[in-house]
């Protein structure tokens, strides 16, 4: 969650909901392949 440029503080609201929905797609992308991966462990 890096490489973003400082010097635009204006955009911090755009820049925290744009980084959330990001962080929310990789959590549902990652969680659905976290579950496949313990069922394949742990099955």
Same mark, same amino acid.
């Given at each position: 969650?890096?490489?973003?440029? !400082?010097?635009?503080p204006e955009h911090g609201?755009t820049e925290d909901a744009?980084?959330?929905? +990001?962080?929310? !797609?990789?959590?549902?992308?990652?969680?659905?392949?976290?579950?496949?991966l313990l069922s394949w +462990?742990?099955?």
């Open positions: 969650m890096g490489g973003q440029a !400082a010097g635009e609201a744009r980084a959330w929905s +990001v962080w929310l !797609a990789w959590l549902s992308l990652s969680s659905g392949w976290y579950g496949r +462990v742990y099955g």
